[in-house]
T-cell receptor, first 104, second 113 residues
Framework: GIQVEQSPPDLILQEGANSTLRCNFSDSVNNLQWFHQNPWGQLINLFYIPSGTKQNGRLSATTVATERYSLLYISSSQTTDSGVYFCAVFKSTFGDGTTLTVKP | NAGVMQNPRHLVRRRGQEARLRCSPMKGHSHVYWYRQLPEEGLKFMVYLQKENIIDESGMPKERFSAEFPKEGPSILRIQQVVRGDSAAYFC???????????FGPGTRLLVL
């Protein structure tokens, strides 16, 4: 099956810093999603982004399907951004996630 | 517009008992997915269902686990004769179309004593 790799596995930031999370996948996909799991375990859908670029506030994502990767950008990070960020491709294969800790 | 609902939110069972987890998808969604998340790990796909059909159960353990999504009512994930290794958070998600955005429920935390 398709493999999904995320990097870095862990990331510690000072509040206000920017960051880039990466998701590589082993085969062509026609959908890709980014999720945030907050420290209470809740999973929030951030982007459905099979290709192209989308932005939502301080977050944006870019998927280059031909090169089999996607990037999630977080600007001006806040402590509430802490948690685990997953990318997932159909059929429902999740990466192992990037654990982000934003310190005040 | 209610989101994906799961109940119970927490479930405690003794070894050998049965666990039934329920998932009501978002209104208008006919595709349901179940995932398991072991402590400190990522999400692992278990099964994908449409109304009255199992589309993909490649992630389901071969024994003791079953899932259904009847024409009426919620989707049910059933675990028979639970063991301690079944302790995990079980999430369901729903989507309107098979390859579109999945929306997650709050999860059911199963603890097997």
């Amino acid at each position: 099956g398709i493999q999904v790799e995320q990097s870095p596995p862990d990331l510690i930031l000072q509040e206000g810093a920017n960051s880039t999370l990466r998701c590589n996948f082993s085969d062509s996909v026609n959908n890709l999603q980014w999720f945030h799991q907050n420290p209470w375990g809740q999973l929030i859908n951030l982007f459905y982004i099979p290709s192209g670029t989308k932005q939502n506030g301080r977050l944006s994502a870019t998927t280059v399907a031909t090169e089999r990767y996607s990037l999630l950008y977080i600007s001006s990070s806040q402590t509430t951004d802490s948690g685990v960020y997953f990318c997932a491709v159909f059929k429902s294969t999740f990466g192992d996630g990037t654990t982000l800790t934003v310190k005040p | 517009n209610a989101g994906v609902m799961q109940n119970p939110r927490h479930l405690v069972r003794r070894r050998g008992q049965e666990a039934r987890l329920r998932c009501s998808p978002m209104k208008g969604h006919s595709h349901v997915y179940w995932y398991r998340q072991l402590p400190e790990e990522g999400l692992k796909f278990m099964v994908y269902l449409q109304k009255e059909n199992i589309i993909d159960e490649s992630g389901m353990p071969k024994e003791r686990f079953s899932a259904e999504f009847p024409k009426e009512g919620p989707s049910i994930l059933r675990i028979q004769q639970v063991v301690r290794g079944d302790s995990a958070a079980y999430f369901c998600a729903s989507s309107q179309l098979p390859e579109e955005t999945q929306y997650f429920g709050p999860g059911t935390r199963l603890l097997v004593l």
